[in-house]
């Protein structure tokens, strides 16, 4: 007992000891905050004075940045660029300021944030156009917003502008025929594939001669791997039927014969009437010509029977698989597609009408659930693990073997650096952390997760609370911090499990289960 009560105190002595990097004042609370280490860090101030009016405050290194109305999001790039949106009053109405670096611009509103490393994009409106702010600088105008994405070292986005469509990748603008809402990146090779919408047609953009009714799901491995779930364009006959006989004047032709006409969407289709017949004009300038050997001239049309025309089509309500330019069968639906990390396996799923399931694991067909949470490699492709549910009880199975665990959800999956499963699951509307022989406690919500080699820390929220939690297998430190009234997400850009943390009169650092200061 005199043990673990001197244990208790030494705990409690350290805490009153820790040191802060601000002490709050009065009507002050953290608001929201962001760290790249622990000499490089941005905070959001929230105060309230005696009428409970609010006001907004950053700090950042030296510096304090007053007087917003409200505050927005707050960020710092790994080349050490602050990025914040915040509200403040200016020219007689409120304005969203876009802070970066040591730049503030004003806008009317801040329409959508991208960020990949030092990369990062704000679209923001003024007056009746917008304009996206690439890394602090001005790209282009648009009047309306669509797609977007952005990596470590590439960007693309799509836009309306003057009522001509436009796609921008990585500065280049270029006009296109429809809106872009989808795009994706390659695993590897970072080649860009957006679906172009023309009508009631699409378009992928790694193929330029196939125009699709829908692409449902696609993904890309390489430049020379790639998949694609589409239904294909109905091919449509028209075809012209007359009677044998007319009532005609005497330089009127007597038509018999039939004549067809084969395109991919009649609603595209126009008609221009020449001398020599009718020219059938389609998408992408393909050309259907429909020659009438009889030319009707000249007749009464309260002298002739009707023409009678019928519309055939051999409409696919199934959807293709395509991979690598080759038709692998036809489904009902697929969802989820994606390729293996060695790029070797493509996995999908496919429901069918009946809303039978089946995973799709390269060969394999996995039939035996009622759906796939989610499913993931490890990065050497060596492992492979997907949650699954069934009668409302969710699974892990983990190398073709199911896991003696059930849960309510299953959330994330991780793999450590030695390919140690790691995943985030909820019991009984609390969500947990799970490792091999590991649980954690009980938390209403997992804000964030970071892995550190095989070492793991992660920040959650219980009962209106915040906590930090480390389990430290190289140093044997399984902790706790608890708690507070704010703690930051751990932030993915660095080496260490780092956050920033107000017990609501100080904030404190806590990197990989340590609380420092500057």
Known sequence: MRIFILFISFILINVSAFPQIYTLQRGERVKDGYILDETNYAVILEKSDLNNQKTFDILYKDRRLTGYKDAGIIR?????????????????????????????????????????????????????????????????????????????????????????????????????????????????????????????????????????????????????????????????????????????????????NISTITNYNLSNISVYTNEEGITVKGQSNTIALMTITNIITNFMPEQTNELLTNYITNENTKISLILNGRNFGEYDFITNMSFSPDGKTLLFIDIDTNDNLSFHVGGETITNYDNILLYKYSDDSKNFVYAAQTNGISFIILNGKRLNKDFDNVNEIYFSSNNNLVYNATKGEREYIFADDFESPAYNNIASFKLIGESFAFTGERLGKFYYFILDKENILRREFGGYDFVSAINEESDSAISIVSDGENIFIIKNGNIINQ
């Open 76 to 256: 710092i790039l790994p080349n050490n660029t602050l990025v914040a949106t915040m509200l403040k009053s200016s020219t007689g109405k409120d304005m969203w300021t876009l802070i970066y670096g040591d730049n503030e611009t004003e806008f009317d509103s801040i329409e959508r944030t991208v960020f990949s490393g030092n990369n990062s994009i704000i679209f923001v409106r003024l007056n009746d156009y917008g304009i996206a702010i690439v890394n602090g600088e001005r790209q282009t105008e648009y009047s309306e917003l669509f797609g977007s994405i952005i990596d470590d070292n590439d960007f693309a986005f799509s836009y309306l502008r003057d009522g001509e469509y436009f796609i921008n990748i990585n500065g280049e603008e270029t006009q296109i025929d429809g809106k872009v809402n989808r795009m994706k990146y390659s695993t590897y090779g970072d080649e860009l594939i957006y679906i172009i919408e023309v009508e009631e047609s699409l378009t992928l953009s790694n193929n330029d001669t196939d125009i699709f009714l829908e692409v449902v799901d696609f993904a890309s491995f390489d430049a020379n791997n790639y998949a694609d779930a589409v239904r294909f364009m109905p091919e449509i006959e028209i075809i012209i039927e007359t009677n044998d006989f007319f009532t005609t004047n005497e330089n009127d032709s007597i038509i018999t």
